[in-house]
């Protein structure tokens, strides 16, 4: 059982260049999640798609773009990467309908812009 | 939308002795509070979680406790250990908002032996 699986773990980009950071997760929860956190602080909420067809914006969404396409699966894309979005970038999930809402996190994503 | 404040936000203890970290919210509809622990590069993983149901959650030397009325929930460490030392932080999220998670801004704690 992988639980939360992030691909790359690393990643450097030039500004302007796009990427998409994926994620899937094997534990069929209905919600996931991305967070970005920039270095000392607090995990912030890009975007969250709170069931399969559904996405919405969190607290920091710009310069970003999400697709859930399928119950497992849920990118997160950077279409003109800028410094401002050097962070480590981590996928949760989580079910969203039982008592048991606990989130599960991947192992993070660490982007530089350049 | 929900605002969670953490404090404090650095922690030196003596090993042995009792950390408290403490966090408040904004939105009465938030109705679970789940505690994260962060090792340096590592994912946040689960230690305690509470729902707006019950007051006070145990699990061996860690205690979370919950009061709805003040908006606020705490986490105790007793008998600190070098392992303890990590990053925590506290969360917040409700049904109604899609179990999103919204984040305290993290609390240090460094355990010295």
């Known amino acids: 059982n992988a639980g939360v699986t992030q691909t790359p773990k690393f990643q450097v980009l030039k500004t302007g260049q796009s990427m998409t950071l994926q994620c899937a997760q094997d534990m069929n929860h209905n919600s996931m999640y991305w967070y970005r956190q920039d270095p000392g602080m607090g995990l912030r909420l890009i975007y969250y798609s709170a069931s399969e067809g559904t996405t919405d914006k969190g607290e920091v969404p710009n310069g970003y773009n999400v697709s859930r396409l399928n119950k497992r699966e849920f990118s997160l894309r950077l279409e003109s990467a800028a410094p401002s979005q050097t962070s480590v970038y981590f996928c949760?999930?989580?079910?969203?309908?039982?008592?048991?809402?606990?989130?599960?996190f991947g192992q993070g994503t660490r982007l530089t812009v350049v | 939308g929900e605002n969670v404040e953490q404090h404090p936000s650095t922690l030196s203890v003596q090993e042995g002795d009792s950390a408290v970290i403490k966090c408040t919210y904004s939105?009465?509809?938030?109705?679970?509070f789940p505690w994260y622990k962060q090792e340096l590069g590592k994912r946040p993983q689960l230690i305690i979680d509470?729902?707006?149901?019950?007051g006070e959650k145990k699990d061996q030397r860690i205690a979370v406790t919950l009061n709805k009325t003040a908006k606020h929930f705490s986490l105790h460490i007793t008998e600190t250990q070098p392992e303890d030392s990590a990053v925590y932080f506290c969360?917040?999220?409700?049904?109604?908002?899609?179990?999103?998670?919204?984040f305290g801004g993290g609390t240090r704690v460094l355990v010295k032996p």
């Open positions: 969360a917040a999220s409700s049904r109604a908002a899609g179990n999103k998670l919204t």
């Open positions: 949760a999930s989580s079910e969203l309908w039982t008592a048991n809402t606990e989130a599960f």
């Open positions: 509470i729902r707006s149901n019950v």
């Open positions: 939105d009465s509809a938030s109705n679970y």
